[in-house]
C-alpha cells in the first residue's frame, strides 16, 4: 500500500493550459504539503494544510489553487500554465505541525514539463 | 544568503570510505534538524533527524549538530554504492510550519 500517492505522475502539456495533480495519503496525519522541485534539486514550500485549513501559502502566482476536501487529500490546480513551471510537484504529509513537522512523507512526485 | 545551504557537490568517494556532507543554516533559533536521501528520479526519505548539540548515530550514519556555528553535518561510515544520491539538509524552527530544505548535496561512492 502507498502511504502517499500522487496522480498523475508524469504530465506534458502546453503553455496556457490548466492542469490539476491529486495527492492521497493513507498514513493518518494531520498535515499536507505541496512542495516544488526545480531542475537544480532545489525543494521549495509551496502550500501547506492541517485539517482542511490552509496554514501556509507562500509566494506562489495565485494560478496555483490547492483544495483540501479532507484531511487524506490535497489537490494542486494550476491556470495557464507557464514554462516556468515546468518542474517536479512533491506532496508530503506528516503527522502534527508546526516544530513537530520533522518526519515528512513524500509521494513520488509529479513531473510537470510544460512545452 | 540562502536560509540552508550546501555544497552542490558532486562529492566523490572510494568505497569504504568516510563521506561527510555539510550544512549550515542562518537563523539561529532553528531547533530541528534533518537529513533526507534522494534517488535520482525519486522522492526524498528521511535518515536522520536531530535536535540538540552533539552527535547521534544510526548505524552508518552520524549527524551532527553545532548550534553555535549553525552547522549540521552528516557521515556516512563504510560507504557503498548505493548511498550514492542527493542528500538534502532541512531545518525547522519555531512558528514555521513545515520544513526549509538546503539545494542538497551529490554524492557518489566509487566501487
Known amino acids: 500500500d502507498t502511504a502517499v500517492s500522487q496522480t498523475p505522475k508524469y504530465l506534458v502539456t502546453q503553455m496556457g493550459n490548466d492542469k490539476s495533480i491529486k495527492c492521497e495519503q493513507n498514513l493518518g496525519h494531520d498535515t499536507m504539503y505541496w512542495y516544488k522541485q526545480d531542475s537544480k534539486k532545489f525543494l521549495k514550500i509551496m502550500f501547506s494544510y492541517n485539517n482542511k485549513e490552509l496554514i501556509i501559502n507562500e509566494t506562489v502566482p495565485n494560478r496555483f489553487s490547492p483544495k483540501s476536501p479532507d484531511k487524506a487529500h490535497l489537490n494542486l490546480h494550476i491556470n495557464s500554465l507557464e514554462l516556468g513551471d515546468s518542474a517536479v510537484y512533491f506532496c508530503?504529509?506528516?503527522?502534527?505541525?508546526?516544530?513537530?513537522?520533522?518526519?515528512?512523507?513524500f509521494g513520488e512526485g509529479s513531473r510537470l514539463t510544460v512545452l | 544568503q540562502k536560509e540552508v545551504e550546501q555544497n552542490s557537490g558532486p562529492l566523490s568517494v572510494p568505497e569504504g570510505a568516510i563521506a561527510s556532507l555539510n550544512c549550515t543554516y542562518s537563523d539561529r533559533v532553528s531547533q530541528s534538524f534533518f537529513w533526507y536521501r534522494q534517488y535520482s528520479g525519486k522522492s526524498p526519505e528521511l535518515i536522520m533527524s536531530?535536535?540538540?548539540?552533539g552527535d547521534k548515530e544510526d548505524g552508518r550514519f552520524t549527524a551532527q549538530l553545532n548550534k553555535a556555528s549553525q552547522y549540521v553535518s552528516l557521515l556516512i561510515r563504510d560507504s557503498q554504492p548505493s548511498d550514492s544520491a542527493t542528500y538534502l539538509c532541512a531545518v525547522n524552527k519555531p512558528g514555521r510550519r513545515a520544513l526549509t530544505f538546503g539545494s542538497g548535496t551529490r554524492l557518489q561512492v566509487q566501487p
Open positions: 508530503a504529509s506528516s503527522q502534527g505541525k508546526g516544530s513537530n513537522t520533522g518526519e515528512l512523507f
Open positions: 536531530i535536535y540538540s548539540n
